[in-house]
């Protein structure tokens, strides 16, 4: 078996598992054989689907993955669609975007779709419509009893609020159903800056994002030495600021929005926002369908950015500091700040941004990277968001803050009351109230 085909590895290598059993789950009957295994060896449950976002390694437990089950089903005149626990959003996007229906994917189409929804999700819709765990209506997943349990707001409420949020903790989610939007195409792409014009770029974007409408999903990489697949040749190798788009109004009104960055100078090396289907919506970020790499990811949720903002920004990921690491700044707020119609325990609402460096595990990289997150603490929520978290954010104290205080406490009496021993525990956990370890 090739390494890229071992189901005990993800597509992010920063953890290589070492599991007891592996369970190559075809259906919803394998994940219930998965946690009674677990539960008679008295083994911790883990689970991979893509494994773009690894926590702990899986030695000595059950693993359980997920990417044989890759099924969608779409129901236009409802518009949900009903989505297995290996599906990736562009499985997603095959099925909803023909119906003129969209998803609330994340900016990569490779991504697993279950957990990003149970880490809250972030995308290219979110300014506008919330989270994408604001829109699960339906979930099933398998307790840590072993029992096989169909979860809405109606049937289970407490669990119903925990999952969308709370990840893995609470169980094995089979397939969720989600709501879809009436989005068929979108104003969007990438403009692309010199890395000279980083500092313009970012001082005009601190200004910029304060009048766009929710309407308007924005990002801003600092990429080094970057490889862009489909780029001309002349951008390869090149450090790039690359400003992201997608505008899911009157492409008109985008183009009017967007017309104050295209008249930065120096003007920008590439432009490649327009109007397209959104069945392409993940060539905005453009992120390639990655090979495997090892990646340490954290992150640090803003409550605004200012002009001093930008300038400790720009300082502490100067190329001429040592050492290179992408970073990427999102604009948060709009409907991610509005409280859900069926609740849920997703943090980071009272986020303006958040900035997320991937680094590479050289020492002088990582110290560099956590420099800049504790550079940034002034503008800092104390918050993080658990779907750009890495494998040094497993204690408490870091899981702890992606939830508010008292959110957290009462994801423990639940823990406590669904998983009383722990058993998903390969993951950000949440430990149950009483076990203090």
């Given at each position: 078996m090739s390494a890229d085909m071992d189901p005990r590895l993800g597509l992010n290598r920063a953890?290589?598992?070492?599991?007891?059993?592996?369970?190559e789950a075809a259906g919803d009957q394998d994940m219930v054989a998965a946690v009674r295994l677990a539960a008679d060896e008295r083994r911790a449950v883990g689970v991979l689907a893509t494994g773009h976002g690894p926590s702990l390694a899986a030695d000595g437990a059950v693993l359980v993955n997920t990417r044989r089950m890759d099924g969608v089903r779409v129901d236009a005149e409802r518009a949900t669609a009903w989505i297995e626990a290996g599906a990736?959003?562009?499985?997603v996007l095959a099925h909803t975007t023909p119906h003129g229906l969209a998803p609330l994917n994340g900016a990569s189409p490779d991504v697993g779709v279950?957990?990003?929804?149970?880490?809250?999700?972030?995308?290219?819709?979110?300014?506008?419509?919330?989270?994408?765990?604001?829109h699960v209506?339906?979930?099933r997943l398998v307790t840590a009893d072993g029992r096989f349990r169909e979860v809405t707001a109606d049937t289970d409420p407490d669990l119903f609020w925990a999952v969308r949020g709370g990840k893995d903790n609470f169980g094995l989610v089979v397939s969720a159903e989600v709501d879809l939007f009436p989005v068929a195409r979108l104003y969007g792409g990438g403009l692309y800056f010199s890395a000279e014009a980083t500092a313009e770029v970012l001082h005009a974007y601190a200004e910029w994002v304060r009048q766009l409408p929710e309407t308007m999903a924005t990002s801003v990489l600092l990429a080094r030495d970057t490889d862009l697949?489909?780029?001309?040749?002349?951008?390869?190798?090149?450090?790039?600021?690359?400003?992201?788009?997608a505008y899911s109004g009157d492409p008109a009104d985008g183009e009017r929005l967007v017309r104050p960055m295209r008249a930065l100078r120096p003007a920008a090396l590439l432009d490649t926002v327009r109007d397209m289907p959104y069945a392409d919506s993940g060539t905005i970020h453009h992120d390639p369908v990655s090979a495997p790499y090892v990646a340490?990811?954290?992150n640090v949720l803003l409550g605004e950015l200012t002009a001093d903002t930008v300038d400790t920004l720009l300082a502490l990921t100067a190329p001429d500091t040592g050492g290179a690491f992408p970073t990427e700044l999102r604009h948060f707020g709009g409907a991610y700040a509005r409280p859900p119609q069926v609740p849920n325990c997703v943090g980071g609402r009272d986020a303006a941004f958040?900035?997320?460096?991937?680094?590479?595990?050289?020492?002088?990289?990582?110290?560099?990277r956590d420099d800049l997150l504790a550079g940034l603490r002034p503008w800092s929520t104390g918050g993080i968001s658990l779907n750009f978290a890495g494998v040094e954010d497993t204690a408490p104290d870091r899981v702890r803050a992606a939830y508010t205080p008292a959110d957290f406490d009462r994801l423990r009496t639940l823990k406590a009351q669904h998983d009383p021993d722990n058993m998903f525990r390969i993951n950000f956990n949440i430990p149950p109230k009483g076990d203090d370890r």
């Open positions: 953890v290589e598992s070492h599991p007891a059993h592996v369970v990736r959003w562009r499985d279950i957990g990003y929804l149970t880490g809250g999700g972030a995308g290219l819709l979110g300014r506008r419509y919330g989270f994408a765990a604001d209506r339906r979930l697949p489909d780029a001309p040749e002349s951008l390869r190798g090149r450090s790039v600021t690359h400003l992201r788009i340490y990811d954290r958040s900035l997320f460096p991937r680094a590479t595990p050289e020492p002088g990289i990582l110290r560099r």
